[in-house]
Every structure is written in C-alpha cells, then in structure tokens.
C-alpha cells in the first residue's frame, strides 16, 4: 500500500532523480537484490514476511499440542485397569503424538533458525524443501486424524461404565491431538499451495 | 508431437497457403475454439486428457473400493455379538463409506458426463469447480482414514478370541475403506495441484 503510493508520487512528480524517490523505484524495478544487502533483507521480509511467520504460527501450535497430547497420555497410569499401556490405540495414540512432536520441534527449530539468521538449515534447492514441507505436513495430518480417530470409541465405551481422571485423561489427550491435525492440515494446504506456485513460477 | 511435426514440416516448405497446412497452423495459433467443432474437441482431448482420465480412473476406484467397504460392512449381521450393529466404530465406518459412495458416484457421473458430452454439470467456473473437487477429495480423505482407523482396534480385540465370518468381513471392509482413503488421497493431491495451477496461469 505505502509502496504503490510512494511510486504514484513519484511518477506524478517527474523530478530529475532525488536520492529517495529513486532508490525506492530502483528496489522495486530491479530483480530481487541478494540477501546480504540491507535492502534484500527488507524486501524479502516484506515479500515472504507474513507466508513465513503465518507457517512458523501454525506449527508452533501444533507442536504445542502434540506436546500436550503425549504428556497427558504418558503420565496417565493409575494402575489395574486404568493404564494407558494395556491397550493398543492408547499406545498408538501415543506414539503418533512422540512422531509429531519431533516432526514439529524440528520444524519449528528450522524455521526460528530461518527467520533468526535467514539461512536455511537442509541443503536442497527452494522447490524440494517445499515438496519435502507438504509431504511431512501431509503424512502427520493422517497420522494424527488416524491415531485420534482410534482412541475415541475405547473411550466412549469406558465413559459409559466409569467417568475418573483416566477417563478424562483419555478425552483430554484425544482432543489436543486432535487439535494438532486441524493445525498440521491447514499448514499442509499451505506448503501445497507454496509447493505449487514455486513450481509454476 | 504429431502436431510439431506437422508444423516443422509447413515451415520448412513455405507453400502459399495450401488449405490442409493451413488450418493446422490457423488452429495452433488461435486462442482454443469452443467445444463445438471437431478441431476443438480434439485439441481439448489432447490437451486435458491424461489428467481428465486420470481423475476418472480414480475416482472410479474409489467407488469400487467404497462400494464393497459399504456391502461387506452393511452385510455382517451373525446375531448375537457378531453385528456390526452394536458397536459403534463399525456403525461409523459404514456411515463414512456410504458417504464416500456417494461422493465418488456424484464424482464419477460428472465426469463421465464432461468426457462424453463436454458439458460441465455445475454451473461454476473452472477455479471454483477446482476448489469444490480439492475440498470435496481431502475431507473424505480424512473421513477414510479416521472411520477405517477407528474400527481397527476393535477388530483386532476380537480376532484375538474368536477368527470367523464376522472377524473376516470386518477386516476385509476395513481393508477396503483403507483402499478407498489411499486413492483419495492421491486425487485430492492431483485436485490440489489443479487449482493452485488454475488460479496461477
């Protein structure tokens, strides 16, 4: 927006080359400047600032999540019956959890280090890294519907009989890992989307 | 590559507008002619067929594949405990794959439609239709996995005790909607991909 109106000034206003004006002009005409300038650095901000910020988000909560869901699982052993470890979708549940919470710890550690420094942590080139975002993204969406999805019906069955804190545990733990594939499935529609467009440009 | 040919060939023999050489440079160049004429359906075939055929083709096994979930499933009353009737996870799971059933058939009709007389049933543009197919694709897929998922653990339990026709026709539903998810999920990939590639041409 500040940057259409400062080239409308400067194009209404034909002045012979004032310092400003004709730096502005020339970031926005030259193709993109490498990123050790000043300049670079501001432009891809501007340019990748919200895509990238907006990923970091998503991400972040989704590794909250999983955190949340594996250690609510984990700590949920209350003896007899009421042990996570005796049956198999808890267990499952758990182990898709650890999965995403190291997928999206290293994920999250990437991007900070990215934004942070602006280097780039994996040494392929910008369309891989994008493949290798979107199949990540893809496979923990399904992981983590998949193990949430078989945990529920165990519970509902032991809701039915008995309402303790394994029980509650159980609902508890269910709803933050599914918290977590709402989050992973919207970040993997978007590294699709910016999958797609890398490729098409 | 036929088409090259034929237009290396007029451009090496400059004829003064010979009439076959002619309307086959005249159709290269054009913008594409409506669906009407021989020269446009058959530039549209060549154009748009492998990926047309292509969503078909699977689409097609996704009802194939939702269809037998759905009879196995709806067809495992043995009386007793041995009715898919009394638990919940496989009354879910025939609700996800009657669901699918119809989602793949609508699909499938409508394609079947498009390829054999070219008219486009849903009076959307191409982006919308292309988003209507994405949103349509991943959400049974997750539908898929998360009933499928769902109704393993239950399985497994009984199979533990007892192995007969009822075990045998819910492993092999799930089996089947399993099939149907892993389809799907490529279609929606391969609808994702058309919608960021419309909207960015």
Known sequence: MSSEATAKASSETPQPTPPPNAKD??????????GYSVVGIFRR???EDISKKGTFGLRGSALLFSLLAFIIMASNRHGDWRDYNRYEEF?????IAILSSIYNGFQVWRQYRLISTGKELLSFSDQNLAL???VGDQIMAYLLISAASSAVPMTNRMREGADNAFTDSLAASISMEFFAFFILGSSAILSGYKLVKSSCI
């Open 25 to 34: 002009v020339e970031s926005q005409n030259q193709t993109p400047p490498p």
């Open 45 to 47: 901000w501007r340019h």
């Open 91 to 95: 267990r499952y549940e758990l182990a």
């Open 132 to 134: 290798i975002d979107f």
